[in-house]
């Protein structure tokens, strides 16, 4: 069992508001990941992070923002949540060395009204 | 684009039978990973080939790699309904980052 939570699990909010989906991992991993995933799809890198104070924009363009203050933690953040934004968000970190297994969260499961 | 493509999108099948999916991808690698997804959950790491190896196995779980064809190929062996999942696999590059090129996943049902 993976040591990396995400809350909520599941969010349903209205547009416009401004939401922080948390991610926590306990393995003391430099690198860290925020993916997208549409149903049925493949996962698309939002954002990625080297270690502390590192955040950098992946392969999809997103709306969301990304922090990185302390090693274990890497939320993101949407200002104004739109229907668009609409999908589940995963979120994986990976140890700096050594073979490149990444650790998933059980996601969190967004929709926007 | 640089994603692992798996084949097939979907697999049904009674338990007690093999299954097998395949994944192409198109640039070179440092290793292939497959990972399974529960219906709404996070990814769990399966297995890793590297490169420089031609098969692997744990468990119920046989991995073949043919870098000169980019494929890939998982087989699971004698299969139950708690098999059934999504099965992702993913590129590693051997980017600095480190970071995985997934496809968009074989749905595999078991029934029992």
């Known amino acids: 069992e993976a040591d990396i939570y995400q809350t909520p699990r599941y969010l349903v909010i209205g547009t416009g508001k401004k939401i922080t989906l948390e991610c926590s991992q306990t393995m003391g991993h430099d690198k860290m990941y925020w993916y997208q995933q549409d149903p049925g799809m493949e996962l698309h890198l939002i954002h990625y992070s080297y270690g502390v104070n590192s955040t950098e924009k992946g392969d999809l363009s997103s709306e969301s923002t990304v922090s990185r203050i302390r090693t274990e933690h890497f939320p993101l953040t949407l200002e104004s949540a739109r229907p668009s934004h609409t999908s589940q968000y995963l979120c994986a970190s990976s140890d700096a060395q050594g073979a490149t297994e990444a650790f998933f969260g059980q996601g969190t499961r967004l929709t926007v009204v | 684009s640089q994603q692992g493509e798996e084949d097939p999108q979907a697999l049904s099948i009674q338990e007690g039978e093999n299954a097998t999916m395949n994944c192409s991808y198109k640039?070179?690698?440092?290793?292939l990973q497959w990972y399974r997804q529960n219906s709404g959950r996070g990814l769990v790491h399966l297995i890793l080939i590297r490169s420089n190896e031609r098969e692997k196995h744990s468990g119920r779980l046989r991995v073949t790699l043919d870098t000169s064809k980019k494929s890939s190929s998982l087989l699971i062996t004698a299969s139950r309904a708690a098999d059934t999942a999504s099965y992702f696999c993913a590129c590693d590059r051997g980017s600095t980052l480190g970071r995985l090129y997934f496809g968009r996943g074989t749905q595999l049902t078991v029934w029992p």
């Open positions: 640039t070179s690698i440092n290793n």
